[in-house]
């Protein structure tokens, strides 16, 4: 890209990074985003882009790269994403007297099939979360794998937000300070079967654990990586014969579409989950709804 707009694009990523405070993960995702799109300008532009052609870009411009994209097999999701990320950069762009071109405000997003969370049922995420531990040789292991396990579920939490835990924020107490996506923060309720299951892993554990040190570990001592998390799902859905969409992830769509079937208030539940938006929380009551229209009418006797 050219050097004013590689400029502009620098401080972007320091906006991201230090104002919104987005992860390092989706940072990365973003810059790769805006990144794939100049590289198509430059392409179908057929030189360098920059601020310039940014600002007079045409809708049939953009319009061309939703094209380039489908035409590479890649899915609607992740398009919408990216159109989303250029948008954001072209708003950003404009707030900061850049430049200013509304053809991108122009373009539709690809049409998303609706989504509904995917938990386990209450029965099959209790055998998860109680016989992890089998699935390891290793005693500390299978401590460790029924300690993570137990928070995703008990306290709904992201497998980030979980690996991201140090041994100073161990739940001992009854509420735990999560930091979710973006840096915020949130209080979730500690259950003593949770405290029990970090505590034994913390007195098996055979690395030093300090305060400010990763409280999961893998094998060597380091930190855990995500990778093995799934690995050891992969491996739980063979043995007690789960669905695909058993995901370590699923355990936290477990923890909130249980809570809501018992009765838990929607708004509660956007809470803990840490939700931005009622709407997210809001397609646990689909599942909800279709788990307890299938319990009818497989129980109630004028269903049959």
């Avoid at 993960?25 to 310039?52: C, K, M, N, S």
């Avoid at 380039?68 to 950069?89: H, I, N």
């Avoid at 999560?178 to 098996?204: D, F, H, S, W």
């Amino acid at each position: 890209m050219a050097p004013d707009l590689a400029a502009v694009t620098a401080d972007w990523r320091r906006w991201l990074g230090h104002e919104k405070r987005v992860s390092p993960h989706t940072q990365t995702a973003y810059e790769g985003d805006l990144i794939a799109f100049f590289r198509f300008l430059a392409e179908h532009l057929g030189g360098v882009p920059d601020i310039e052609a940014l600002r007079t870009l045409r809708p049939a411009d953009i319009r061309a790269w939703l094209a380039r994209r489908a035409g590479e097999g890649l899915s609607r999701a992740s398009t919408a994403r990216a159109l989303s990320v250029v948008r954001g950069f072209f708003r950003w762009c404009e707030r900061n007297g850049c430049f200013t071109n509304q053809a991108i405000h122009s373009v539709r997003s690809p049409r998303l099939p609706h989504q509904v969370p995917k938990p386990l049922r209450a029965d099959d995420a209790l055998d998860t979360v109680n016989r992890v531990g089998e699935l390891s040789e290793e005693p500390w292991i299978g401590h460790r794998d029924v300690a993570l396990f137990t928070l995703l579920y008990g306290c709904g939490l992201r497998i980030s937000e979980a690996l991201s835990l140090t041994r100073a924020e161990a739940p001992s107490g009854e509420a735990l300070l999560v930091t979710g996506k973006g840096g915020k923060q949130r209080m979730v309720p500690v259950l003593p079967a949770i405290r029990e299951a970090v505590a034994a892993y913390i007195e098996t554990c055979p690395y030093d654990l300090a305060p400010e040190s990763p409280l999961f570990r893998g094998a060597k001592g380091g930190p855990l990586n995500p990778a093995v998390v799934q690995r050891t799902m992969r491996a739980m859905r063979g043995w007690l014969g789960l669905p695909d969409t058993a995901t370590p992830h699923a355990l936290r769509h477990s923890f909130a579409t249980h809570l809501l079937s018992s009765g838990g208030d929607l708004r509660a539940i956007q809470e803990l989950l840490g939700h931005a938006s009622l709407s997210t929380t809001q397609r646990y009551t689909e599942v909800a709804d279709s788990t307890l229209l299938a319990e009818y009418r497989a129980a109630h006797p004028r269903a049959r």
